[in-house]
């Protein structure tokens, strides 16, 4: 299942902007796949495993 940013954005209430931060900003943050030229989508999976890496992270911590 892949989401737009606007789907990511949702998930973790954030905006879509915010995403595209996160992404710049952030090196673990997962990168988009370019489905299309103007089509560009997260993995479900990939946003999944970097949240459980941050759980994990922080637990530890």
């Given at each position: 299942m892949f989401l737009s940013d606007k789907q990511t954005?949702?998930?973790?209430?954030?905006?879509?902007?915010?995403v595209w931060?996160?992404?710049?900003a952030d090196p673990t943050f997962p990168a988009p796949v370019q489905l299309s030229p103007g089509c560009v989508r997260w993995r479900l999976s990939d946003l999944?495993?970097?949240e459980?890496?941050?759980a994990a992270a922080t637990s530890a911590a």
């Open positions: 954005g949702e998930r973790y209430s954030v905006s879509r902007v915010t931060r996160w992404r710049k999944e495993a970097w459980a890496a941050k």
